[in-house]
């Protein structure tokens, strides 16, 4: 079997999550036999392609007009690459930029696409996926019927890859002339700010609907997060509310993390909230109702204010 | 302007899902069922969309599904759509069979605009729209939370780009321009739902939903993800209460958690 890896990357270097599909993909062709290959698109990206030859053979494909991930113009390059590489099977990590861009290219690869795998199982030499669906509440088990098979993996749920003894090939992937022009980049407007990035954080600082404004988030969520050198994170009524901006969402519909430590404070638990943090190794809530459901979630509770708790939490942890 | 708007019934996610014994099926008979959220979104933008910059668009409605989806289709006429059609299959397909179907019903309908719901709340697949916008070769603009209709550019490079849109991505908002026609994927805040009136309702009863049979579309279905079992989830945590913030420290610290 071969596996074509699609690797998100900031411009400078792979997103770590993203690396997690690499590693997903060792673990099938270790058990298969098979072979590894990653693909990374966008524009001055031959540094990322060449981080990337240690975990074997490299695609890319570099271009002005692939300077922003465009789904049309992303899809298309997939598609050309996957009929080089006769991919039988095209992984990546979920993410919005996999979900939106990967999606279509499996559209067009004719649809055998599995979302958000958690785990995966072989019988009979057929690989079996579980994913989660009813945001966690229940996980299925299915199989992929036509190939390829195209399949996202919760960067939580796989390790990081391996490095190979010898580097891989880089092979250039030339720029169908023209791509579609029917969508237009204009701007990304990102507050991802000087914290920790939530996906990637031993430790993450959620805030939920008892924090009243901007100022008391900073105060308070952020507060905390600084001592523990942590990230900060949200639920979603902090994000409608525009407390809180929308790429610090945890849950169904938006960021999924396993950190170290959760710190819910202020967050009842909704289970669209839970579907994005529950995997967190350890997790402390603290809310002023008692029945709150996130204690039913929690290794740790504290029944509290968080406008008394968390300042006198700050003030313990900068004690010497 | 033609807006084409696919509603899944899904079941409410305000109540507990259950697994049946032979762990293969969900019991789903006792729990009520809604709109997919995102949809409703959608349905509600697209209504905006009349009210707005567009008064001569036509909205239309598709459910894909079994005779109980006759429910939400006229739940969303009462919300604004003007027709609705109704694919009759047993049980709601798989993300590449809805796309194929909704495919079929853009060639019969040529709409401008396909505006859906970014994923259900039931497979949380986050597939059909991406892959209806593929299978169309039409521009895609996924998870969006602003659509603003924008006078045409005359300079060439960029002409014909009718919509801008901002997107939520992981690592922020996104903004695009679309040419139509055009796939849009709707997130939760693109706006709120509004909840039809009386009148509408009644209103919703005269309107027609034909019925469209799949051998009409030439349509086999070929499932792409076959589910072999299902597994409920459940905490296995035990919450250790504290009583003070020393106290939590204490713990923390003894169990390495900082
Ligand atoms: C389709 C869909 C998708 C969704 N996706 C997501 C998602 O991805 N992520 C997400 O988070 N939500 C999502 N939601 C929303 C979710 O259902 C809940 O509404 C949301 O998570 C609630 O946020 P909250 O816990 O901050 O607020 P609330 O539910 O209002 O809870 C606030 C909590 O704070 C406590 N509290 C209040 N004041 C204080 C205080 N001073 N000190 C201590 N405790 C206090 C209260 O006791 C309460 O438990 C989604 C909903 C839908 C329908």
């Known amino acids: 079997m071969r596996i074509l890896a699609v690797i998100e990357h900031d411009g400078s270097s792979p997103k770590p999550g993203s690396l997690a599909a690499v590693g997903f993909a060792q673990a099938v062709a270790e058990r298969n036999g098979g072979h590894v290959a990653s693909l990374v698109i966008g524009h001055t990206v031959a540094g990322i392609a060449e981080i990337l030859t240690s975990f074997g053979i490299v695609y890319f494909a570099d271009s002005p007009a692939l300077a922003n991930p465009l789904a049309d113009r992303y899809a298309q390059v997939i598609v050309d690459a996957v009929s080089r590489y006769h991919a039988d099977m095209l992984v990546a990590a979920s993410s919005t930029y996999a979900k939106d861009i990967v999606g279509r290219a499996a559209g067009l690869l004719g649809g055998a696409m599995v979302s958000d795998v958690v785990a995966h199982d072989w019988r009979d030499g057929q690989l079996l996926f579980v994913r989660p669906m009813h945001a966690g509440m229940v996980t299925e088990t299915v199989i992929l019927h036509g190939d390829p098979k195209i399949v996202t993996i919760r960067p939580t749920a796989y390790p990081q890859p391996i490095a190979m003894e010898t580097q891989g090939e880089l092979f250039p992937i030339a720029v169908q002339d023209p791509l579609p022009v029917g969508m237009m980049w204009e701007h990304l407007e990102s507050k991802l700010g000087t914290r920790p990035d939530v996906t990637d954080a031993r430790i993450v600082v959620a805030g939920g609907r008892a924090i009243a404004d901007r100022h008391d988030f900073e105060r308070l969520v952020g507060g905390l997060a600084d001592c523990l050198d942590g990230a900060i994170a949200s639920t979603r009524a902090l994000v409608d509310a525009g407390i809180a901006p929308n790429s610090l969402q945890v849950g169904q519909t938006g960021k999924i993390i396993a950190p170290e430590l959760y710190i819910a404070l202020g967050i009842s638990g909704a289970v669209q909230h839970l579907a994005g943090m529950k995997n967190s190794k350890k997790v402390l809530a603290i809310n002023k109702d008692p029945n709150a459901p996130i204690f039913d979630f929690a290794d740790y509770g504290l029944v509290g204010d968080v406008y008394d708790v968390v300042p006198e939490l700050i003030g313990k942890l900068h004690e010497p | ?258």
């Open chain 2, 1 to 258: 302007m033609k807006i084409l708007v696919p509603i899944k019934r899904v079941p409410d996610p305000d109540h507990r899902i259950r697994v049946d014994l032979q762990r293969i099926a969900l019991e789903l008979s006792d729990v009520p069922h809604i709109i997919n959220p995102f949809d409703a979104n959608a349905l509600e933008e697209a209504v905006r969309i009349r009210e707005g910059p567009v008064p001569d668009a036509e909205i239309i409605a598709i459910g894909i599904g079994d005779p109980a989806w006759q429910q939400e289709l006229r739940t969303s006429l009462a919300m604004g759509a003007d027709r609705a059609i109704h694919v009759g299959v047993s049980g709601p397909p798989d993300p590449w069979n809805v796309a194929r179907i909704l495919r079929a019903i853009t060639e019969r309908e040529s709409p401008d605009l396909v505006l859906m719901g970014k994923q259900a709340v039931d497979d949380d697949s986050n597939q059909a729209g991406q892959f209806v916008a593929g299978l169309l070769g039409w521009p895609q603009a996924t998870f969006v939370s602003q659509i603003e209709f924008i006078p045409l550019d005359p300079e060439p490079s960029i002409a014909g780009h009718q919509l801008r849109v901002a997107r939520e991505t992981d690592t922020g908002i996104e903004t695009i321009r679309l040419r139509l026609p055009a796939v849009i994927t709707a997130d939760l805040r693109l706006n709120e739902p509004r909840y039809a009136a009386l009148p509408a309702i009644l209103k919703a009863k005269r309107k027609p939903i034909e019925t469209i049979p799949l051998t009409e579309l030439n349509i086999e279905l070929s499932p792409r993800v076959e589910r072999i079992a299902l597994q409920e989830v459940s905490s296995s945590r035990k919450c250790q209460y504290v009583q003070s913030v020393d106290e939590l420290l204490d713990q923390l610290f003894l169990n390495r958690c900082l």
